[in-house]
């Protein structure tokens, strides 16, 4: 019998839509009635945030488990990798490549979008730390990478079953993830803006590619620890909620 731990993509990752300037707008009209214009604000806020958490977790849920299907295959049929690698590819055009390596970090097959690829080609996988996950019987996405095209990608590392006790063989694949920033830019916020941050508080993707690159730590602002080590979502109505972002714009935000 076949066990793979698999690591969900929505675990470790803040969603969080800010607001700028919304309390700061004509503020003698909203005093008397603040607390009902910001209650407002986070319903609204965190209806969005909710939408958008829920179809880039079906996204990146819809990958995986094209991944893991894959690597059913490649566990049942070895003889067909080819074959069945070349069918994802042409079925699911936002995975750009697709490797096969072994416990050693050498890529036995390897195809793109061009199709299957010479050994010359082949990418040392060694240094990938993200492979080793594979041999421990996981699933990783790794951090957003910026292409010098502007396209946003990812990697997603899969074990190939084994009824043996160690991973022989894991699969690499490279998804094209531009539909998630079509994703997170669709909310009409005005000058507010959905973005993500992994566990570690560092911003992985943002309407603007540009951002992704700074890889911007947010870890220390309250809301995010409020969302990280209390496990609550933030509907913005606290005061910790707030912050002054780096514009020197103070924010309200909500986090889930």
């Not at 707008?25 to 965190?46: E, M, Q």
């Not at 690499?172 to 997170?184: K, T, V």
């Amino acid at each position: 019998m076949y066990n793979i731990r698999t690591t969900l993509p929505r675990q470790g990752i803040f969603f969080a839509l800010t607001i700028l300037g919304l309390i700061a707008l004509n503020v003698i009209w909203i005093i008397p009635t603040l607390r009902s214009t910001r209650g407002s604000a986070s319903v609204f806020a965190l209806t969005v945030a909710e939408r958008v958490q829920s179809e880039i977790n079906g996204s990146l849920g819809n990958a995986l488990n094209e991944i893991k299907g894959v690597a059913g295959e490649a566990a049942d049929e070895p003889e067909r990798i080819n074959s069945t690698f070349r069918y994802l590819l042409l079925r699911n055009p936002t995975f750009t490549s697709i490797a096969l390596v072994d416990r050693n970090a050498r890529e036995l097959v390897r195809l793109d979008s061009s199709g299957l690829l010479s050994s010359e080609k082949f990418i040392d996988q060694s240094r990938n730390t993200s492979f080793y996950l594979g041999l421990q019987n996981r699933t990783a996405f790794t951090q957003p990478v910026v292409l010098p095209n502007g396209e946003v990608h990812v990697t997603l590392i899969v074990p190939v079953p084994t009824k043996v006790e160690f991973i022989e063989r894991v699969i690499i694949a490279e998804l094209n993830i531009q539909h998630l920033l079509s994703i997170i830019r669709s909310p009409k916020i005005g000058e507010g803006h959905v973005y993500v941050l992994d566990r570690d508080g560092v911003e992985i993707l943002n309407p603007n590619p540009a951002k992704i690159l700074r890889r911007d730590n947010f870890s220390t602002r309250a809301i995010v620890k409020k969302v990280f080590l209390d496990g609550t979502t933030a509907d913005g109505l606290a005061s910790e909620d707030r912050y002054v972002n780096e514009n020197g714009v103070d924010t309200f935000t909500v986090g889930m």
